[in-house]
T-cell receptor
């Protein structure tokens, strides 16, 4: 079975632009979470979606938004990019968001903002 | 908010040596995840601990959760170059996988 997939692998944008990152969870997983990891730090929680509903969000500005589709894939959108948005964006999937279960991460999307 | 402190921040060992990485929480641990990350890549799931005193092993890696100490340890026996990478611990604020908080990671180098 395929693991969590993310696209694109790498992305270079300039300040002020908009970006869309995509994630496909493991088959059968209905929960998707997004994390931001800057160099030298651990991942920071951005959003979690379950059954197309936002379960919660971390301490990120409204420039960050996300959605989940009927097939449980997800998009993370970031508007008005800042230099500080440069990071590795990770997607994680799990069967649900209510129980303590395994959470698997994708390979990430490396975003560089110039 | 919960904070996870990992120690040491970095570790260099000779191949074949044993090593331990610790993860200490500022709040009660309801569970703990251990991941491995190659530089700039995604996180590889190692194991998940749920109960105090629980110990799990996979190949040469053993992890244990000490609820009273609010701490988890990851032990690697007879290290190999393939063990090199960044080890991250992550913990949920409650009894689910929601909104994990991660430590900053421990960089492990294994010299052949």
């Amino acid at each position: 079975d395929a693991g969590v997939t993310q696209s694109p692998t790498h992305l270079i944008k300039t300040r002020g632009q908009h970006v869309t990152l995509r994630c496909s969870p493991i088959s059968g997983h209905k929960s998707v979470s997004w994390y931001q990891q800057v160099l030298g730090q651990g991942p920071q929680f951005i959003f979690q979606y379950y059954e197309k509903e936002e379960r919660g969000r971390g301490n990120f500005p409204d420039r960050f938004s996300a959605r989940q589709f009927p097939n449980y894939s997800s998009e993370l959108n970031v508007n008005a990019l800042l230099l500080g948005d440069s990071a590795l964006y990770l997607c994680a999937s799990s069967t649900d968001s209510f129980s303590y279960n395994e959470q698997f991460f994708g390979p990430g999307t490396r975003l560089t903002v110039l | 908010s919960q904070e996870l402190e990992q120690s040491p921040q970095s570790l260099i060992v000779q191949e074949g040596k044993n090593l331990t990485i610790n993860c200490t929480s500022s709040k009660t641990l309801y569970g703990l995840y251990w991941y491995k990350q190659k530089y700039g890549e995604g996180l590889i799931f190692l194991m998940m601990l749920q109960k105090g005193g629980e110990e799990k092993s996979h190949e040469k890696i053993t992890a244990k959760l000490d609820e009273k100490k609010q701490q988890s340890s990851l032990h690697i026996t007879a290290s190999q170059p393939s063990h090199a990478g960044i080890y991250l611990c992550g913990a949920p604020p409650g009894g689910s996988n929601y909104k994990l908080t991660f430590g900053k990671g421990t960089l492990l180098t294994v010299n052949p």
